[in-house]
Structure formats: structure tokens, C-alpha cells
Nanobody, 124 residues
């Protein structure tokens, strides 16, 4: 089993920054990829970003390109999502997810483990 715990959410004004962290524990696979998804009230869960553990290759949703940066620290088994220039439309519950098969993906159905989610609220 894999446990994922998110931290770093909160309330920020538009234009501000937050950094989310996702600490992974339990079973580890070098082929894991990690992803961030978000879900706003009344909307479906959507892809934000993903990263491969092995080579650090990244994927981003168009809506966050140039503003968000995903990174990982293999020594700490932690993935980060640095969010800059936040907008009110970024308000959502953000979820960390782990993929047990090789390669990153923007499709939430391909991820096997999920964190509990953390609230990010951006005020205008």
C-alpha cells in the first residue's frame, strides 16, 4: 500500500503563491509517477500536473502552464507543487495521486493511490 499526505494549502489573495507538498510512504516503486489533480465545487476532478519519479519529466494542464511548477525530492519521497500568480479560478480541493505503472498521465483513472485532498482558496 501507498499512503499520500498533502500539506501546504490555505487561503491566499489573487496573485499570491502557495506550495503544496505530498509525502509518500509505504510501498515504493521506481516506476511510479505522481500527479496533482483538483476539484472545484460542482465540477469534475481535473488534471493539474504530473511528474515521473525516475527522470523528472513533467506534464502540465494548459491552465497552469507558466504559473505552476511540479518537482520531487526522491530522498524525502515528496512531491511539490509550487503555485504562483494564483487566480480565483484555481480555488479547489487539490489531490495528490500516485501511479503504479510506468509513465505519467493526465487521466485520473490511471492513478492508483490518492491523498485525502487539501483546500486551496484564492480570493479576488
Amino acid at each position: 500500500q501507498v499512503q499520500l499526505v498533502e500539506s501546504g494549502g490555505g487561503l491566499v489573495q489573487a496573485g499570491g503563491s502557495l506550495r503544496l507538498s505530498c509525502a509518500k510512504s509505504g510501498r515504493t516503486f521506481s516506476s511510479y509517477a505522481m500527479g496533482w489533480f483538483r476539484q472545484a465545487p460542482g465540477k469534475e476532478r481535473e488534471f493539474v500536473s504530473a511528474i515521473k519519479w525516475t527522470n523528472g519529466n513533467t506534464l502540465y494542464a494548459d491552465s497552469v502552464k507558466g504559473r505552476f511548477t511540479i518537482s520531487r525530492d526522491n530522498t524525502k519521497n515528496t512531491v511539490y507543487l509550487q503555485m504562483n500568480n494564483l487566480k480565483p479560478e484555481d480555488t479547489a480541493v487539490y489531490y495528490c495521486a500516485a501511479k503504479s505503472t510506468y509513465g505519467s498521465s493526465p487521466y485520473y483513472s490511471e492513478y492508483d493511490y490518492w491523498g485525502q485532498g487539501i483546500q486551496v482558496t484564492v480570493s479576488s
